[in-house]
């Protein structure tokens, strides 16, 4: 079974950056980043395609993340910068092993998940 470990987390202070990976044990498809912040609901943070032609982002992120990936390493990246005390989450990463028709902004879309990597963010 394909396994998706992440890396990149940490503590840092707001306005601070920080860059999110995701290495997957084999070849998937659509890739995307989801954060659970204490007390709230996972939600999507972004998503990029295997081709890298198609990319949403959270509004909220929009202009302060990238969403990338290396196919040849198999690798998924996030670039966090400007962050902010609300960014404090656990980031998780998530693919998926089937093609989709249009980029997966949902959860229920994709079929891997990591661990997760804690992101602290203080004032």
């Known amino acids: 079974q394909v396994r998706l470990v992440e890396s990149g987390g940490g503590l840092v202070q707001a306005g601070n950056s920080l860059r999110l990976s995701c290495t997957a044990s084999s070849v998937t498809y659509d890739m995307g980043w989801f954060r659970r912040a204490p007390g709230k609901e996972r939600e999507f943070v972004a998503a990029i395609s295997w081709a890298a032609d198609d990319i949403h982002y959270l509004d909220s992120v929009k202009g302060r993340s990238t969403i990338s990936r290396d196919n040849a390493k198999n690798t998924l990246y996030l670039q966090m910068n400007s962050l902010k005390p609300e960014d404090t989450a656990v980031y998780y990463c998530?693919?998926?092993?089937?093609?989709?028709?249009?980029?997966?902004?949902?959860?229920?879309?994709?079929?891997?998940w990591g661990q997760g990597t804690q992101v602290t963010v203080v004032s």
């Open positions: 998530a693919a998926s092993t089937r093609r989709w028709n249009i980029l997966p902004v949902t959860s229920r879309m994709y079929d891997l």
